[in-house]
């Protein structure tokens, strides 16, 4: 052999040394890294409110590590079911490393370029809302992002990975479980394990911890919440709810929203003092329940003589839509009385996890509790009776009735703003749409007596509205009206039928993933501007004037509609 092909043939074997041990360091599975590398570009595929590359970065990772185990899965199987069974011979090293280098490649590619198309569908989005779109170059920033977010989670996976081949081998000691059958026995321990620990302490730890943090927040009062000194207020001097027990949500409910002189001065009219009747957890006292004490508040202030009342139910946080609550002041010229009672410290998506039961029960011991008092007025001298909730709060003050024709034998109109997918009534009317109405903007029994609706002229083009009216408020583009379980299996209507007007005509459904994109989606559902995702606005405005607002002329409309948006706005630089 001459000294340059001794030198080539080194140079090749030392070439194929460092090529393994770089192999042994990364330790990468090929049919794994092509899956995570799909799951990768399915996760950048549009969803329902845009993303900028941070927040795509971080979801992108976590699917990229789901698509990796997948892989991984796969390629045990073909090993152990496939390739044990049938004479496949295996590449020599170059073929191998050659095989290797092109799937590298080839994901590096792929990923770039679907970057580059999901900047250009984040434009068509942000675009859609009229909102400010991302550039291509910021964008691909989310690749590096989701490459160590992917890391890290199969990091955490082999660590669990780990643990379950210990359990196995413990078990071997302990029971002589099959060796072939250890490693499945072992997840099943660590299965079994996770769960009941889930379900029992940790799970009850997780929340009264969440519940204890929040708490603190509750016990807090901005400098520009007030101690209300109208008796038409909870926590004025006269009230049976003391400021200091309204929780955070509380006294700023009480201690803002227009007064009367505020409101004559929008309408032009007379107006009267508004009634804001509210309970924080820390109110009730002894054996009272909350729905007795905001009774007691609603006859204390003679909540039963004004011209409207509404019953709102809560948010987690007891938190009251200001811009709905002064809607209906401003329209019946403050001659009203808002009531609602607070039934958890916890945000709305934690309370939506653990005290949707809570809320429910809160909601109808209120509903019940008013309505008894309110039955007891003489007919002719009974306020107009409505309820409302927005997010969780419009499931809760669903589950007040058993039915439609309850609700409209007990109510004089509900608005429901921004509904859950799991919301049972909302559910029934949209599952029996009429035929030909998409799922978005669902038509049901001719919109007799429900409507639903995303902008004002929704409300229009049918028959006349019956009384009492029960108005939804949804957004084509908000995932906390999309989300849904059935997303992981099932393709829904919504993504069968046309798009609503601000959902991208790209979005397609894929099993998992769709799911796990909506449900990223509910964290950010309010990064929008108004009129999409779960932010309403003043819509609200125009639903209670479809659902039973006194005749109001268009110019004193927008004048409301501008002081309430401007209420808004000061509400969200302070608060």
């Not at 559910?427 to 035929?435: A, H, L, N, Y």
Request: charged share 20%; proline share 5%.
């Amino acid at each position: 052999m001459t000294e340059r092909a001794s030198t080539v043939a080194t140079l090749r074997a030392r070439g194929g040394v460092i090529a393994r041990r770089v192999e042994d360091v990364v330790d990468l599975n090929y049919p794994g890294l092509v899956l995570a590398t799909l799951f990768f570009g399915l996760s950048v595929t549009p969803s329902l409110v845009p993303r900028d590359w941070l927040f795509q970065g971080l979801i992108s990772g976590i699917n990229a590590a789901i698509g990796y185990g997948l892989g991984c899965v796969l390629e045990w199987v073909f090993r152990r079911w496939v390739r044990a069974r049938l004479p496949i011979p295996s590449p020599s090293d170059r073929l191998r490393y050659a095989i290797k280098a092109t799937v590298l490649v080839g994901c590096a590619v792929f990923a770039a370029g679907m970057l580059v198309q999901s900047a250009r569908w984040q434009r068509e989005i942000t675009s859609l809302m009229g909102m400010a779109g991302t550039t291509t170059p910021a964008y691909l920033r989310t690749g590096l992002l989701s490459v160590a977010v992917g890391v890290a989670v199969v990091a955490a996976y082999r660590t669990v990975r780990v643990i379950v081949l210990v359990l196995a081998r413990q078990l071997n000691r302990w029971v002589r479980v099959p060796r072939e059958v250890a490693p499945a026995a072992g997840l099943l321990v660590l299965v079994v394990l996770s769960v009941t620990i889930f379900n029992g302490v940790a799970s009850r730890a997780f929340f009264a911890v969440a519940n204890s943090a929040f708490s603190v927040r509750n016990d807090r009062t901005t400098s520009f919440a007030v101690q209300p000194v109208a008796p038409e207020r909870s926590g004025s001097a006269g009230s049976f709810a003391p400021w200091e027990t309204l929780g955070f949500e509380g006294r700023w409910f009480v201690a803002n929203g227009p007064s009367a002189s505020g409101i004559a001065g929008v309408t032009g009219k007379p107006a009267r003092e508004p009634i804001r009747a509210y309970v924080g957890l820390e109110s009730v006292k002894g054996e009272q329940t909350a729905a007795q004490l905001a009774v007691a508040e609603l006859e204390r202030t003679k909540a039963f003589e004004r011209a409207a009342m509404v019953v709102v139910t809560t948010t987690g946080t007891g938190w009251v839509n200001g811009m709905a609550a002064g809607a209906v002041e401003y329209l019946y010229g403050g001659d009203t009385a808002i009531v609602a009672t607070q039934f958890s410290y916890l945000p709305s998506v934690l309370s939506f996890m653990s005290d949707r039961e809570k809320a429910a029960a809160a909601s109808r011991e209120l509903f019940d509790a008013v309505y008894t008092r309110w039955s007891a007025q003489p007919e002719g001298q009974r306020p107009k009776l409505f309820v409302y909730g927005e997010s969780l709060g419009s499931q809760g003050s669903e589950e007040a009735f058993d039915g439609l024709a309850e609700l409209r034998e007990k109510v004089d109109g509900a608005l429901w703003v921004g509904p859950p997918n799991s919301n049972r009534l909302w559910r029934q009317f949209v599952e029996r749409r009429d035929p030909g109405s998409p799922e978005v903007e669902p038509v049901y029994a001719d919109g007799l007596v429900v409507r639903f609706a995303d902008e004002a002229t929704d409300f229009e083009g049918f028959e006349p509205w019956r009384e009492p009216r029960i108005a939804y408020l949804q957004h084509p583009s908000d995932p906390i009206v999309w989300w849904s379980a059935d997303l992981i299996f099932t393709r829904p209507d919504w993504l069968s039928e046309p798009r609503g007007s601000d959902v991208s005509t790209q979005m397609r459904w894929a099993p998992f993933v769709t799911f796990w994109q909506v449900t990223a989606d509910l964290t950010n559902a309010q990064g929008v501007v108004d009129g999409h995702g779960h932010r309403y606005g003043s819509l609200v405005l125009d639903g209670w004037l479809a659902v039973g607002a006194p005749e109001v002329s268009g110019e004193v409309v927008e004048k409301i509609r501008a002081a309430l948006e401007f209420a808004e706005d000061y509400e969200r630089e302070v608060k």
